[in-house]
Structures are given as C-alpha cells and as structure tokens.
C-alpha cells in the first residue's frame, strides 16, 4: 500500500511538473508575441518590395526594416529610402527623399537638378541612369519630392497628381534589406 501511494504522489509531482512546464512554455509564447507586435507596431516596420521601382538598389521580393521613430527629432535627408503611405495610390511606397522642403527640382539631360545645381547620386544609381521629366517642381516647405531609384519604371513624384509627401504621410526610414531577391525559389 505505501508502494501504491509513494507510486502515486510521483506520478502527482510529475504531472504538477509537466504542467507548470507547459504553462511556462505558453507563457513564452506569449511574451515573445507580445513583444514582437509591441516592437514591430511602435519601433520597426516590415515591408516588402512588389515591384521594379527601386532596382537595383531594393529587388523585388526583398523585405525592409524601417525605423519608425526616425523622424520624430529629424527630418527626412536627401538620399533617405523612407516608407510612407500615398493616399493618391491608397497603398504604402518605398522611394528615395530627392527634393526638401523649398527646393526647385528639374531635370536636364536626363539629370536631376537641385536649385540650379547637378545632384550627384553616384552613391546609389549608375551613371547610365536617366530620368526623363520636362517639368519643374518647387517643393512646398512641408513637403519631399521622391523618386525611385530605377527612373524608367518608377511610378514617382514626377507622375503624381499631387507630387508631394508630407510628413504625416511618412511611416519610416529603411534601414535594413533583407535581400529574399537571392533565395532559390524566388
């Protein structure tokens, strides 16, 4: 008889265990779901590439992390890849920041000027790049003038009705790829 119950008061403990081990590990779960979505709702944002408008710097397939606290203390800087939501196309874009705020934008010789002055965009696009426009943009002072990298497909500031971005619209500076582009399957 004592068998019996030191026999079951082991099978009592290892249960108790198994339990406590199971909520534990649901715990976890949950605690890491919750931080994921906290991080990922107030500091980081995913987003995917759909198209070719930004090749070859962002490939279609990739994923960015965007900063989405990036602009609470700074303002977008030209060159800047940022995420923001385009009510005209009633979805989120990645584009380059090309104009600031006050800045005339136009384009000569299949070039970008910025105030009368050639930008040098060597750091991100080839010099073979053109980017075909015949007007003018002067950016309001609470706005961004925004192209893609690859000119010739992008579906940027030089084809929108209102071509410009403000800041409310803007949900986050890139700061990282993850280049899926190159995976097997893709």
């Known amino acids: 008889m004592r068998k019996q119950n030191e026999s079951e008061n082991t099978q ?28 990922f709702h107030f500091f980081l944002m995913l987003g995917r590439i759909p198209s070719e408008s930004m090749e070859p710097t962002l490939m279609v397939h990739d994923w960015t992390i965007g900063d989405r606290r990036a602009y609470n203390e700074a303002s977008p800087q030209r060159g800047d890849i940022i995420i923001f939501y385009s009510e005209e196309e009633s979805e989120s874009m990645v584009k380059r920041v090309i104009g600031l705020p006050g800045e005339t934008v136009t384009f000569v010789g299949g070039h970008v000027y910025i105030d009368g002055e050639s930008l040098d965009e060597s750091e991100y696009l080839d010099d073979s790049v053109v980017t075909e426009c ?3 943009f002067v950016v309001p002072e609470d706005s961004y003038f925004m192209l893609g990298d690859n000119r010739e497909v992008s579906l940027d500031s030089r084809y929108w009705e209102d071509p410009y971005v403000t800041p409310e619209d803007i949900q986050s500076k890139v700061l990282w790829v993850i280049p899926f582009h190159k995976l097997p399957w893709f």
Do not use: N, P, Q
């Open 134 to 136: 015949d007007e003018k």
């Open 12 to 39: 009592e403990r290892e249960d108790s265990k198994a339990k406590k081990r199971a909520v534990l590990e649901w715990g976890i779960y949950f605690v890491l779901l919750a931080a994921l979505f906290i991080v």
